[in-house]
């Protein structure tokens, strides 16, 4: 998988970039806050069609645009897959909501037709690994969880809407037991959500256990390997409801759980039984607490590294180790998903690593096939891996090639 074009108006710090990416790697250089980082962002947009580090999408559209009647950002990329060529076209309109409040629309044109959201996706992998990324072993599950999400939506596009479709059944879900709560009424209201809940989010748990089973093969393989055979990396998934009827499974970090790669993959339609079992079994509860306190939006994910959890007891080298190991993986993973690599794309990462790990993540980099690093400096690379690259300067949203 190649990209070959790229065209930006309006989207962060670029007013108008056009620019031809060439094949294998090339080094952005440029200071801090020039448009590196916003960059890689936009390649990584196709992939997912979200921001990667925004809070909210309105947040891609260039501060100027905004000043307009109808702002509106328009990324363009032009790439190549499996030997065909395609485009890809993504526009962020920020229009009146109707009350007052702007309100943003995503629209993604595929080869010059529009498409639903969930079904552009899939069609342009990459990777990305942003030193605050960190933030998926250190910070609180939602993070893990998004981190989890987005990666299986490149391959699974089906994933995506799976999961909307889930997470929109448990906001009417909650509604609904909320005004139950606070003015009663017949439980059985709850049959129709029940079942839906049960439906999407046994699907949803199932597909995240095998894709953490054939990850972490990859990534704990990777990790060996940074940390010189001393240390294995294990993935545990906690799943958001006892669906093994075992205190093992139970989303509890002080309770003993089974690694990922030692959990049997469940049966679609046994796991929604028993989802609907639990459901039934903490009905009353869940109305009296007025939210749903059970399923996969309350799932969690703990990496250990020589049976250390990372989260609580890494130390920050320790920490970058293991997220190198997972973005590595990750590249291997939807590699042997799709059978395409996917464009890497490292933001700054060599900063943070010492001489071994930066040797260990620049030799990862043959594996791929096209690869775009930023830097502050160039003094960070070996003479002879800058020989084999393309070198851009970076200065206030423009690119000199």
């Known amino acids: 998988m190649f990209l070959k074009h790229l065209s930006l108006t309006n989207f962060r710090n670029f007013k108008r970039l056009e620019v031809d990416i060439p094949p294998n790697v090339t080094v952005m250089v440029g200071n801090n806050a020039q448009g590196k980082t916003s960059f890689l962002e936009a390649v990584y947009f196709f992939s997912t069609l979200t921001s990667v580090q925004a809070g909210r999408d309105r947040e891609l559209i260039n501060f100027l645009a905004l000043e307009e009647e109808l702002p509106v950002a328009r990324l363009v990329m032009d790439f190549s897959r499996s030997g065909s060529d395609h485009q890809m076209e993504a526009r962020l309109i920020l229009g009146n909501g109707g009350n007052g409040n ?54 699974y596009p089906g994933y995506a809407r799976e999961l909307s479709a889930y997470l929109q059944t448990i906001s009417q879900r909650n509604a609904l037991l909320k005004n139950m709560a606070e003015r009663g009424g ?39 390997e940074l940390s010189e055979q001393r240390s294995d990396l294990t993935i545990q998934y906690l799943p958001g409801f006892d669906f093994l009827h075992s205190t093992q499974a139970q989303n509890s970090l002080g309770s003993e759980v089974l690694s990922v790669k030692d959990q049997a993959v469940p049966d679609l339609e046994a796991l929604r039984q028993a989802f609907m079992q639990a459901l039934a079994a903490i009905r009353k509860e869940e109305i009296q607490r007025g939210v749903t306190t059970i399923g996969p939006h309350r799932d969690e994910l703990r990496f250990h590294a020589h049976q250390v959890d990372m989260g609580t007891y890494g130390s920050r080298g320790q920490v970058r180790t293991v997220m190198m190991a997972l973005k590595i993986g990750e590249m291997h993973w939807l590699k042997e998903k799709t059978g395409e690599w996917p464009v890497l794309l490292l933001d700054e990462t060599l900063a943070e690593l010492d001489l071994a790990h930066r040797d260990a993540l620049l030799h990862a980099l043959e594996d791929c096939e096209q690869a775009i690093l930023t830097a502050t400096d160039a003094g960070m690379f070996n003479p002879e891996f800058l020989e084999k690259c393309t070198m851009w300067q970076v200065e206030e949203g423009r690119i000199q090639q």
């Open 186 to 224: 017949d439980p059985a209201q709850l049959d129709f959500w029940d079942e839906r809940v049960a439906e999407k989010g046994s699907f949803i748990m199932r597909t995240r256990i095998q894709m953490l089973q054939e990850f972490e093969q990859l990534a704990s393989a990777t990790h060996l």
């Open 102 to 155: 702007a309100r943003l629309r995503k629209e993604v044109l595929l080869d010059g037709v529009k498409r639903p959201l969930q079904h552009a996706l899939g069609n342009f992998n990459s990777v990305i690994f942003l030193p605050q990324m960190t933030e998926i072993i250190e910070d609180g599950p939602d993070v893990r969880r998004r981190y989890l999400d987005m990666t299986i939506a490149q391959v």
